[in-house]
Nanobody, 121 residues
Framework: VQLQASGGGLVQAGDSLRLSCAAS????????MGWFRQAPGKEREFVGA????????YYADSVKGRFTISRNNAKNMVYLQMNSLKPEDTAVYYC???????????????WGQGTQVTVSS
């Protein structure tokens, strides 16, 4: 599975941004997908994950209620809609894939390159 994240940019606090992750492979719909982020000087942090069917989602407490993960299996795409952005959301965001939400959350075997999100105050 190859992953390509995009959609990052510079926004102001309170703005919204949608990240996209394009995946290759005919088995995309069988893979759970996840989003992670890493801020300068900090460890990589789990943001959220979605099951292969899209019926189950799981979020970190820090983004719950503000971020929404969705996917379009026909297009091999997964999205991260980020609303009410805060300066502390500034980070490089990565998408990841794995056979289940549990695997994605803790030990994703597949990673895309990151996309920078910067939120100014």
């Amino acid at each position: 599975v190859q992953l390509q994240a995009s959609g990052g940019g510079l926004v102001q606090a309170g703005d919204s941004l949608r990240l996209s992750c394009a995946a290759s492979g005919r088995t995309f719909s069988t893979n759970a997908m996840g989003w992670f982020r890493q801020a300068p000087g900090k460890e990589r942090e789990f943001v959220g994950a979605i099951s292969g069917s899209g019926g189950v989602t799981y979020y970190a407490d820090s983004v719950k209620g503000r971020f929404t993960i969705s996917r379009n299996n026909a297009k091999n795409m997964v999205y991260l809609q980020m609303n009410s952005l805060k300066p502390e959301d500034t980070a490089v965001y990565y998408c990841a894939a794995g056979p289940s939400i549990a695997v994605v959350t803790h030990n994703s075997p597949y990673w895309g390159q990151g996309t920078q999100v910067t939120v100014s105050s």
